[in-house]
């Protein structure tokens, strides 16, 4: 199942993506009211676990039965992120062996962890604002894990049994504020620095996430082309590694890390840093496209 978020003059509201269109929770349960408690936002679906997924598995089929004008075109429809409130945002450094050889960094013994927070979330199709203090922005496709259950000292074995699903994210990177010191944080949580969506994907559509094809482009031009079996810290490892020092809730993200083909691994003479008008876009397989345009601040 394919969930996204709307945004309506009422503010955010949960969408399902079907093969006849998008589908308005909302604007559905008006017409068609439900016989359980069918979630009403993705904060509602994550907190209710199974049951809700459950719950609305079944609504929607029961909707989708009939022959209704509720699904729309997802074309002109205004999107927020597909995940609106992550209580936490876990991101992966070096995470595969290419990206590290291109940074010229040491491959990590461990997974190398550091954190966004809530005012770098976006959404696909919003626009990314450059920050004037930076001239060095960077893109980064990533497989986003998404926490559907409390997890705490989990083994690598079941680890994915606490996996709600996955959705594309672009873990941009101002690299002159990045490495002012020795901690990234100044320059990968600068305001919509984190775009999520546009569909957060649950993970028995997924399947093996070990698997995916995972592509960047900055104006259709293709700049990473990889695949998500050539990480070194698998979706399993980082949710159990992650659950041994701190406990993991529902709607928590972690960002798996990028494969080669940033800007920062050209030779310094080749880097052309992202500018005001630059559509950047990520794709993995499964998961649809995530685009945002660039503005300069």
């Known amino acids: 199942m394919k969930l996204l978020t709307l945004r309506t003059q009422r503010g955010l509201e949960l969408g399902i993506k079907t093969d006849r269109g ?5 604007r559905a349960l008006s017409r068609f009211p439900a016989q359980s408690n069918v979630p009403l936002s993705i ?19 029961r909707v989708q039965a009939g022959t209704s004008d509720l699904f729309v075109p997802e074309a002109g429809l205004e999107l927020g992120p597909c995940v609106p409130n992550p209580g936490k945002i876990i991101c992966v450094g070096l995470n595969y062996r290419k990206h590290a050889e291109e940074a010229e960094m040491e491959i990590p013994a461990y997974p190398i962890l550091f954190s966004k ?3 770098a979330v976006s959404a696909a199709g919003e626009e990314t604002g450059l920050p004037a203090a930076s001239s060095q922005v960077d893109y980064e496709a990533e497989l ?16 994915l049994d606490y996996v709600f699903g996955y959705c594309n994210g672009n873990d941009l990177s101002a690299r002159d504020l990045q490495f002012r010191s020795s901690q990234w944080l100044l320059g990968k949580t600068c305001d919509g620095f984190c775009p999520l969506g546009p569909y957060l994907v649950t993970s028995d559509e997924v399947g093996d996430p070990g698997n995916l094809a995972i592509r960047s482009f900055v104006n259709g031009e293709v700049r990473q082309d990889s695949n998500t079996s050539y990480m ?7 949710v159990s590694y992650v ?11 972690i960002m798996s890390g990028t494969p080669e083909g940033v800007i920062l691994g050209y030779p310094e003479e080749k880097r052309v840093w992202l500018k ?12 649809g496209r995530l685009s945002n345009r660039m503005k300069q601040l």
């Not at 998008?22 to 909302?26: D, F, S, W």
């Not at 199974?50 to 079944?58: Q, S």
């Not at 659950?243 to 993200?253: F, K, N, R, T």
């Open 22 to 26: 998008v589908l308005n929770l909302r």
């Open 43 to 61: 904060e509602q679906v994550l907190a209710g676990g199974d049951e809700a997924l459950r719950d609305l598995r079944e609504y929607v089929a």
């Open 117 to 119: 927070f809530a005012n």
């Open 144 to 159: 986003v894990i998404v926490i559907g259950k409390n997890a705490k000292k989990v083994n690598k074995e079941s680890a």
């Open 232 to 238: 070194i810290f698998d979706c399993a490892e980082l």
């Open 243 to 253: 659950s041994q020092h701190m406990s993991l809730e529902p709607g928590d993200i």
């Open 276 to 287: 005001d008008g630059d559509e950047v876009t990520v794709e993995i397989e499964k998961l």
